[in-house]
């Protein structure tokens, strides 16, 4: 299985970018999908999650800014950025948690990461 994201990029204080992750493989379904971030010499903290039904949480920094949603039949997760600001500078990491097979426990799966900077 891999998750892979892309989308992230260099982008003006006010502006907008949008992130999307693939998960492709061997995949019977996809629980939980999600977005973290990590800036520098920080933890990585939770962004946004949706469940397979499309129940969303946020973190409060970015509720209202950021829009999570997921296509199930692509198995991607996406995340809408608006009014980004210098805080919200970090790498942003893929989850999915996901069974392999019918009978199987849940795995988390955590893509490489995609560079988001907001400066002007």
């Known amino acids: 299985v891999q998750v892979v994201e892309s989308g992230g990029g260099l982008v003006q204080p006010g502006g907008s970018l949008r992130l999307s992750c693939a998960a492709s493989?061997?995949?019977?379904?996809?629980?939980?999908m999600g977005w973290y971030r990590q800036a520098p010499g920080e933890q990585r903290e939770l962004v946004a999650t949706?469940?397979?039904?499309?129940?969303?949480n946020y973190a409060d920094s970015v509720k209202g800014r950021f829009t999570i949603s997921r296509d199930n039949a692509k198995n991607t997760v996406y995340l809408q950025m608006n009014s980004l600001k210098p805080e919200d500078t970090a790498v942003y990491f893929c989850h999915a948690r996901i069974v392999t097979m019918i009978v199987a426990p849940t795995i988390d799966y955590w893509g490489q990461g995609t560079q988001v900077t907001v400066s002007s």
């Open positions: 949706i469940t397979r039904d499309s129940t969303t």
């Open positions: 493989g061997s995949i019977f379904t996809i629980y939980t």
